[in-house]
């Protein structure tokens, strides 16, 4: 009798068992025909006209999406605009990953103002949250770190990043920013540093030793230092009112001029564009 119940029992768990494992089968053969057989550039079409449709600021097309699977596709020559900028890319890649987005080849025209980039970068992870690369020859760094925290490395060709504005040379960033709630608005706190070997001015200057140093306090900035070697010693302290336009960013400088022994008190308040040139 015990042995018959055991006999059952065994039947039972083998029919489960074997119900179990093919209905498992049954689902993974189903997920990869959807995955195989989907029509994915039409699904990502779709996702992306309906995306567009939810933003009526923003406005583009592209010319082909292809190498579209479940977890990715490629936008080739891309156009668009928004009410501020217009923008192309040669190729954006999204991938769902550790980079979930590439974009080659990027030109954005904010009107006075253009920057081209060969490489933009998205990149996903913990420490940091997420990274942000920019390429316009060197590769400038944003890593955004829990608590807030914005830590900028790397340097940016100025040709690029600004064209139109005159300026030419590659600028060296490391900053530190943090924010209290939220990212938007000025940051609450942080420091930056700016050098650079040589810089060209709008007006064909070219600037050499330049050194600055600033702390952030929303969009109040106490400028510490600003030196530069070349064409005449500077030394100067100063502050400066953030504007949305960084270009119209109030900047107040106080310090002097030295030319062989020779020191001239300087001090210039003026925005930003102005005194570049």
Known sequence: MAQTILLSQRKKRGG???GTGMTLLFAAALTAGLILFTPWPTVWNMALGSALERMPNVRASWKELDEAGAFRFRLAQVQGFTHTARFSADEVRFAIGFTPLTIRGLDIDFGRTKTSMDEARLELGLAPLARLVLVTGPELRADLFRGRTLV????AELSR???GRGLSGVLNVS???RWNTGFEGYPNAGNIE???ES??????TEARGLNIGADLNGKNVLIRKVAAEEPLRLRARGTAELRKNFFYTRVLLDGDLQTGDQRIPFRREDRLERLLN
């Open 152 to 155: 900028v490395n790397g340097g």
């Open 194 to 196: 700016l050098t650079a």
């Open 175 to 177: 900053a530190d920013c």
């Open 16 to 18: 489960l068992l074997r």
């Open 199 to 204: 810089l060209t001015l709008p007006d064909g």
């Open 161 to 163: 990043l600004f064209e």
